[in-house]
């Protein structure tokens, strides 16, 4: 039976036909920041660890996460929601269960997107005159960025894309000629591949913590199916983002610490990265070409990886924001957009307020930046992504047993729809497990510390609240609970067809089209 969601439901859109695939493969690459990953995490996880095959661990969970895609892509196609991950999974799994994962969509992409601050305040003091750089503090340049942010998230998608897109392709070109300059330069006279053996990735406690940072530089890679709604030709475009984003990070990712292992040496990589903590592929080519333009300008692309990436993740946050307050299911002004970019106004301005508040909190408490600011939320924002990837996979066969007699509906293999989301669930299931119970080696804390547990039953404390919010939307708002997961377009429910109508405002002829 079709039940029409009452008018007025949907009261603003984002702009259409705006994006390509090319667009959407900035917006997956540079929210994983390839140089924020080599520069900031690679070190770091080289000396914490000791695990020197990182290059391997990333070529293992690259090809995880392409299985996970097949599924995902499946649904992507039949979906088409702001609220990727809420959305998928409130259609497949259940509403409770769709509105359990936007509580920790909102707040996971949320951290990441603060989380960068911590390091781009830094970042940029270091690139200011000596004579400047000392009486300037962190929060007074990231507070610079957080302004251009702000702006940048009421502007249209397609500027975001053209900046992400200048960002990104400047920071792989130098990572390329970094890795060029390697692995003509090996340690030791020869190139070596014993980065790429198992034997390289250790214990289960090191491989742990390895998997989480392997993870969170991934985290992004996801994301084109949040600007769905705002994509050319959307069928087609978002599977190519996903899997060009997913092979672009791989190849980078594994690829460059490879060579930078070669150039090093892999009996030398903690050491090295306990002396370059936050330059070391630059410091090690440098070595090879002389000078110090090289390092220089590393350093620069660093600050702009981060940039990126956090306008990236703004964007990704405020999305699902946007998605929940045009259902209604959280505050319905998040749900309205700009009369002339269509842009999320309003969950942007409150996502970019609450980072303000977020600096400034820092700044008060002389809280360092780095480790507790960008470090740890990266981390929990990283291991709360995961745990939607998990949930969406395990929701992908449901998703497609609820509607397989569904008039219309399409057929799907059994490899996408059930053996590959299935396969996926149960790997990334293992390695979210790793990662809660190595939390604290992770996190560098104590194995009492209160943060060893903080970010998991967090994650758990938010689905629980998101699920019972959905039962009291069910009893006390059935309209609202009906439309759960159904974005903008027609789409089906379980129990029959719930039709959304598109309510087009008066400013739908601005450029975009239509909606």
């Known amino acids: 039976m079709a039940v029409a969601a009452s008018p007025g439901r949907v009261e603003s859109a984002l702009a259409a036909n705006k994006l390509g695939a090319l667009s959407l493969i900035f917006f997956a690459v540079a929210a994983a920041a390839p140089l924020t990953i080599l520069v900031g995490l690679v070190p770091v996880a080289w000396q914490v660890t000791g695990v020197t095959g990182l290059p391997l661990a990333f070529v293992i969970l690259g090809a995880v996460l392409a299985v996970f895609s097949v599924g995902y892509i499946a649904v992507a196609k039949r979906i088409r929601n702001a609220g990727a991950f809420y ?53 007074a340049m990231a507070l610079l960025v957080w302004a251009f942010v702000a702006v940048m998230g009421v502007l249209r998608v397609d500027v975001n894309g053209k900046v992400l897109a200048v960002a990104l392709v400047a920071e792989v070109v130098l990572v390329v000629v970094c890795d060029v300059i390697d692995l003509v330069h090996p340690a030791g006279g020869a190139v070596s591949a014993e980065t790429l053996r198992p034997s390289s990735l250790g214990g289960l406690a090191a491989l742990g913590v390895a998997f989480a940072i392997v993870m969170s530089s991934f985290v992004g890679f996801e994301a084109p199916p949040i600007f769905s709604e705002e994509s050319k030709d959307a069928q087609k475009t978002v599977g190519r983002a996903i899997y060009r984003g997913l092979a672009i990070m791989t190849v980078v990712y594994a690829g460059s610490t490879w060579a930078l292992s070669v150039a090093i040496g892999p009996q030398q990589l903690q050491q090295a990265a306990a002396e370059h903590p936050s330059d070391l592929p630059f410091a090690v080519a440098a070595a090879h070409v002389g000078g110090h333009l090289l390092i220089d300008v590393g350093r620069v692309l660093f600050l702009s990886s981060l940039v990126a990436a956090a306008l990236s993740y703004h964007n990704n946050v405020t999305r699902y924001l946007f998605a929940l307050g045009r259902e209604r299911v959280v505050f319905g002004f998040l749900g309205r957009t700009t009369p002339r970019t269509f842009a999320p106004r309003n969950a942007s301005l409150v996502q970019s307020g609450i980072g303000l508040a977020v600096i400034l909190a820092y700044a008060a408490v002389g809280a360092d930046p780095m480790v507790q600011l960008f470090y740890w939320l990266g981390t929990g924002g990283g291991f709360g992504i995961l745990l939607l990837i998990v949930a969406t996979s395990i929701s992908v066969p449901c998703y497609f047993l609820r509607h397989r007699r569904t008039p219309g509906f399409g057929r799907v293999s059994v490899w996408q729809g059930y053996v590959a989301p299935v396969a996926a669930a149960v790997a990334l299931g293992w390695i ?84």
């Open 432 to 515: 979210a497990w790793l990662i809660v119970e190595n939390f604290a080696g992770l996190l560098n804390v104590g194995p009492d510390s209160l943060m060893r547990s903080a970010f998991p039953v967090g994650y758990v404390a938010l689905a629980f609240a998101g699920a019972l919010w959905a039962l009291v939307l069910r009893r006390g708002a059935p309209e609202i609970f009906r439309a759960i997961g159904l974005g903008a377009t027609p789409a089906t429910a379980h129990g029959g067809t719930v039709t959304r109508p598109v309510h087009r405002p008066a400013h739908s002829s601005a450029p975009g089209g239509s909606r």
């Open 87 to 139: 959305s998928y999974i409130a259609q497949g799994a259940g509403k409770p269960f769709g509105v359990a994962a936007a509580f920790v969509a909102v707040p996971a992409y949320g951290m990441l997107a603060i989380a960068l601050f911590g390091a781009i305040g830094p970042t940029a003091v270091a690139l200011l005159p000596a004579s400047v750089a000392g009486s300037v503090p962190w929060w």
